[in-house]
Nanobody, 122 residues
Framework: QVQLVESGGGLVQAGDSLRLSCAAS????????MNWFRQAPGKEREFVAA????????YYADSVKGRFTISRDYAKTTVYLQMNSLKPEDTAVYYC???????????????WGKGTLVTVSS
């Protein structure tokens, strides 16, 4: 069983940076690829970033490539999403998700956190 708790969201201005954290519990965490998704008001949930179980491979949505960085810290069983140069269109609830195999599809995620709200003002 894996439990995920996101934190770090808030209200920032365009151009600012923010770091989200996802605290994971569960003995299988180290074997799980981890993802970040987001859902803006009135829109479908979309993929943001993924990291392999080893941390050696990462993948990003085109909309955040070059601005966001996903990483994981085994010692603290935490996954991070560093978000730089934030834009108003980044406003969304950000969700951490775990999957038993590499995937960037919402339907393949086995575990979800409850999300943390990021609001970027212009």
């Amino acid at each position: 069983q894996v439990q995920l708790v996101e934190s770090g969201g808030g209200l920032v201005q365009a151009g600012d940076s923010l770091r989200l954290s996802c605290a994971a519990s569960g003995r299988s965490f180290r074997n799980y690829p981890m993802n970040w998704f987001r859902q803006a008001p009135g829109k479908e949930r979309e993929f943001v970033a993924a990291i392999s179980w080893s941390g050696g491979n990462t993948y990003y949505a085109d909309s955040v490539k070059g601005r966001f960085t996903i990483s994981r810290d085994y010692a603290k069983t935490t996954v991070y999403l560093q978000m730089n140069s934030l834009k108003p269109e980044d406003t969304a609830v950000y969700y951490c998700a775990a999957t038993s195999r590499w995937s960037v599809l919402t339907k393949d995620m086995g575990y979800w956190g409850k999300g943390t709200l990021v609001t970027v003002s212009s």
